[in-house]
């Protein structure tokens, strides 16, 4: 892993499905200095080029010696063949075209979540707020990382004898399993409309909005056109019984497929919640995350239940702890 050491400025890009965030890093004290992000809405243009090279005209063509981008989306190819066809967004993004904007002869390029799982070690433990019991994690155990924003993300991070591996995954097109009879009916009208109902479907910004819709035909009333903070705002001011059960079930579900995530990688170094939405929430103070339904359904896993119990949990307060992992690893040299 570089220390990020070297003149010029590292350019980091966090690469989303609705807005792409470039800022500029350097190396200071054992940590990095990572100037304010600037966000361009995707749908704003038509590349991811022309984006970056917006960006650095607008930061004065500053001297560069490392870029490193991630992008939400499956990582194909190797190297300088590395490249990323986004999932909830008409960009393409490479190491290619990375290094033909910059100049740079060697980005680095991975998954948006890899990139968080990458931050992990580096964040403090004000960046941080643990969800139920404030537990220890094991050190040097795996972690875990999964969030919805867009759609919804997931990696996780493994040590070796002497380097930190971030493990890319696509844990939001994993089946979406029902949990009780609420659930069970839900997911088969979702089955209906959708066919395959993937975690993410329901774990997203959009997926509030289906939650919703969801609810209001099995109840037998109108279905509003209403947008994820439409939903929300009743939620918070419970003016809307069915906004109310929409994010309670969201906050179940995302706590079911954590504790999926925690067995499935025996991560005892605990499970982080990254990404637009409960990041959101639990910043605004405002309870809209419920933590006890949530910890309960992590938990409720049978005879794995007390194992799941010692599993810490955290939400994560950065709001450009992607770009932190990405700056731990940007270089000029592979």
Not at 24 to 46: C, E, H, K, N
Not at 132 to 149: D, H, I, S, Y
């Given at each position: 892993?570089?220390?990020?050491?070297?003149e010029?400025d590292?350019?980091?890009?966090?690469?989303?499905?609705?807005?792409?965030?470039?800022?500029?890093?350097?190396?200071?004290?054992?940590?990095?200095?990572?100037?304010?992000?600037?966000?361009?809405?995707?749908?704003?243009?038509?590349?991811m080029?022309?984006a970056?090279?917006?960006?650095?005209?607008e930061?004065?063509?500053?001297?560069?010696?490392?870029?490193?981008?991630?992008?939400?989306?499956?990582?194909?190819g190797?190297?300088?063949?590395?490249?990323?066809?986004?999932?909830?967004?008409?960009?393409?993004?490479?190491?290619?075209?990375?290094?033909?904007?910059?100049?740079?002869a060697?980005?680095?390029?991975?998954?948006?979540?890899?990139?968080?799982?990458?931050?992990?070690?580096?964040?403090?433990?004000?960046?941080?707020?643990?969800v139920?019991?404030?537990l220890t994690?094991?050190?040097?155990a795996p972690?875990?990382v999964?969030?919805?924003?867009?759609?919804?993300?997931?990696?996780?991070?493994?040590?070796?004898?002497?380097?930190e591996?971030a493990?890319?995954?696509e844990?939001g097109?994993?089946?979406?399993?029902?949990?009780?009879?609420?659930?069970?009916?839900?997911?088969?009208?979702?089955?209906?409309?959708?066919?395959?109902?993937?975690v993410?479907?329901?774990?997203?910004?959009?997926?509030?909005?289906?939650?919703?819709?969801?609810?209001?035909?099995?109840?037998?009333?109108?279905?509003?056109?209403?947008?994820?903070?439409?939903?929300?705002?009743r939620?918070?001011?419970?003016?809307?019984?069915?906004?109310?059960?929409?994010?309670?079930?969201?906050?179940?579900?995302?706590?079911?497929?954590?504790?999926?995530l925690?067995?499935?990688?025996?991560?005892r170094?605990?499970i982080?919640?990254?990404?637009?939405?409960?990041?959101?929430?639990?910043?605004?103070?405002?309870?809209?995350?419920?933590?006890?339904?949530?910890?309960l359904?992590?938990?409720?896993?049978?005879?794995?239940?007390?194992?799941?119990?010692?599993?810490?949990?955290?939400?994560i307060?950065?709001?450009?702890?992607?770009?932190?992992?990405?700056?731990?690893?940007?270089?000029?040299?592979?």
């Amino acid at each position: 892993m570089s220390d990020g050491k070297g003149e010029g400025d590292l350019l980091v890009a966090d690469i989303g499905g609705t807005n792409a965030r470039f800022a500029l890093a350097r190396a200071v004290d054992g940590g990095f200095d990572i100037s304010p992000p600037s966000v361009f809405l995707t749908a704003d243009y038509p590349t991811m080029e022309v984006a970056l090279r917006t960006f650095l005209k607008e930061a004065g063509a500053p001297r560069l010696s490392g870029v490193a981008a991630c992008a939400a989306g499956p990582l194909e190819g190797e190297g300088p063949s590395a490249r990323i066809s986004m999932t909830n967004c008409p960009w393409n993004v490479s190491v290619e075209n990375l290094g033909s904007v910059t100049g740079v002869a060697h980005p680095r390029l991975i998954n948006d979540f890899s990139a968080l799982a990458l931050s992990l070690p580096a964040l403090r433990e004000e960046e941080l707020h643990a969800v139920g019991p404030a537990l220890t994690p094991v050190p040097r155990a795996p972690k875990g990382v999964l969030g919805a924003g867009t759609g919804l993300g997931a990696s996780a991070l493994v040590f070796g004898a002497h380097e930190e591996i971030a493990l890319p995954g696509e844990g939001g097109h994993t089946d979406l399993a029902a949990g009780n009879a609420r659930e069970a009916e839900i997911l088969s009208r979702l089955q209906a409309r959708f066919g395959h109902v993937s975690v993410e479907r329901v774990l997203s910004g959009a997926g509030i909005v289906t939650l919703y819709t969801a609810l209001a035909e099995i109840e037998g009333k109108p279905v509003p056109s209403l947008t994820p903070p439409d939903i929300t705002a009743r939620a918070r001011t419970r003016e809307d019984a069915l906004a109310v059960e929409a994010i309670e079930l969201f906050c179940g579900w995302l706590g079911a497929v954590a504790g999926n995530l925690a067995l499935t990688l025996g991560a005892r170094g605990g499970i982080y919640i990254g990404g637009g939405v409960v990041p959101g929430w639990v910043s605004r103070g405002d309870g809209l995350f419920n933590e006890e339904i949530f910890r309960l359904r992590f938990e409720a896993k049978g005879r794995f239940s007390a194992w799941l119990a010692a599993v810490p949990v955290f939400v994560i307060l950065r709001s450009d702890a992607a770009l932190l992992g990405l700056a731990r690893i940007a270089r000029a040299e592979p």
